[in-house]
Every structure is written in structure tokens, then in C-alpha cells.
């Protein structure tokens, strides 16, 4: 699951510290837990990864990614929130985070998917 935050026209993004990704930046997120929908665990995980607060929101997308050597196969769904409060601070899996612009996303080392997920975000 991938939490996608909008907040004056900038999308937070964590710069991964962790395989797969590591190094590059993309959505927030992580595993659903047990008993949690996916709104609940995407405001988790953006609150663990980011300390950024945000409301529920929707399902926007459903991707899946799978390594060529068969190590992982990743469903994942990115769930669209309401920032809330919170300017960010990195924390668990994220080595830094930040606020972005379409254009300044461009121009950064980025997980496969992001550029499109962009687009469904600020159209």
C-alpha cells in the first residue's frame, strides 16, 4: 500500500532507505496489518515513515511489481489523503523526506511508477 499526500500543490515523497528502491524516491508506505483498511494503513504508515499527519481518503490506482530475479512480487494499492498537519521528518524505512513539484520530480532519482501516479494526482 502507497500513501499519496497533496498538500499546496506538492506531493510528499520519501527517498528510501531500504531494498527495493533504496536510494530512490517514492509514495510512503508499506504493509496492510491485520484488521486495517487500506486508509488506516496508509495513514499509518505515512505517520511512521514521515510523522506527517492526513485524513482518509480513496483507492486511486492498483499496480503490481515483481523483480526479474523472482525475489519479490509487490500488490500494491496507493490510497489518495488529506494532509492534515505536519511539515515531515524522516523516520523508520525513509532516509529523507520532502515536498515536490511535478517538475521538480522530474528531475530525481524515482521508483518506476511515480511520474504516473503523479499525473492521476495533480492532472
Known amino acids: ?3 499519496l499526500v497533496v498538500k499546496d500543490g506538492k506531493i510528499l515523497l520519501v527517498k528510501r ?3 527495493p528502491d533504496k536510494d530512490k524516491w517514492g509514495l510512503p ?3 496492510v ?3 486495517e483498511t487500506l486508509e488506516q494503513a496508509a495513514m499509518r504508515e505515512l505517520l511512521e515513515e514521515t510523522q506527517v499527519e492526513a485524513n482518509g481518503g480513496r483507492v486511486i490506482d492498483r499496480f503490481e511489481i515483481r523483480s526479474q530475479n523472482g525475489r519479490f512480487h509487490y500488490a500494491l494499492s496507493v490510497v489518495l489523503l488529506q494532509w492534515r498537519q505536519g511539515a515531515g521528518q524522516a ?3 525513509a532516509a529523507a523526506i520532502g515536498w515536490f513539484g511535478p517538475d ?3 528531475n530525481l532519482p524515482y521508483s518506476s511508477q511515480l511520474p504516473r501516479l503523479v499525473k492521476l494526482a495533480l492532472p
Open 33 to 35: 496489518e491485520a484488521g
Open 17 to 19: 532507505a531500504k531494498d
Open 1 to 3: 500500500m502507497l500513501a
Open 29 to 31: 508506505g508499506g504493509m
Open 104 to 106: 521538480e520530480i522530474a
Open 91 to 93: 523516520g523508520s524505512d
